[in-house]
């Protein structure tokens, strides 16, 4: 009796344990989804970030060149 008691209660184990597998794989094909997204996202931003600055490297006052002091 006992025997057959532990079998049944491996039995539900394992399928419980089947299950938490199968959720755990499902949750990491989610999550490789949603973090290609969100590169595929930031790497479009930061594209356009470094095109912005670029533009704006040019310095604001222009200075003279540099002479030997004549003393």
Request: glycine share 2%.
């Amino acid at each position: 009796m006992e025997i057959k008691k532990a079998g049944e209660d491996r039995e539900l184990e394992n399928k419980s344990f089947q299950q938490t597998v199968t959720d755990q794989r499902v949750t990491q094909e989610i999550l490789t989804k949603a973090l290609d997204k969100l590169k595929s996202f930031y790497a479009k931003k930061a594209a356009l970030l470094q095109e912005q600055q670029s533009d704006s490297q040019t310095p604001p006052v222009a200075f003279t060149p540099l002479n030997k002091n004549a003393g």
